[in-house]
């Protein structure tokens, strides 16, 4: 296998992990890593890329109906840390709704427009 394809084969496989990591940690339950994957710029930006403007805000919401959900069960409630992290998540996921028609090709527009 030549260099060139190998580097495209690495590039894909790591696009489709960045993709839908978020679905193996919602089932096996790794909520905090969830928190830090929602709110890491790499992953947001590869989503939006996609075109999943949607299914990071349904991610999103599932994860806080969780959180929510965590309270109601009995379980050790939402702390101060997870309400905060839903916040950022929530204002992460409003810019980047409202923002998808700006960002244009390049990666800088993504960040400029999330993240000032």
Known sequence: MSEDRDGEGKSAREKYV???IYRVLKQGGYVEELKRLFLSARWVKTVIRRGGVWQYEEAVKG????????????????????EDAVDGMV???????????????????IYFQLYG
Do not use: I, Y
């Open 18 to 20: 960045l993709e839908n």
């Open 91 to 109: 204002l992460m996921m409003r810019a980047a709704r409202l923002s998808v028609p700006f960002f244009g090709a390049s990666n800088a527009g």
């Open 63 to 82: 994860l806080s109906r969780d959180l929510k959900g965590k309270r109601g069960s009995g379980k050790v409630g939402m702390g101060r840390g997870d």
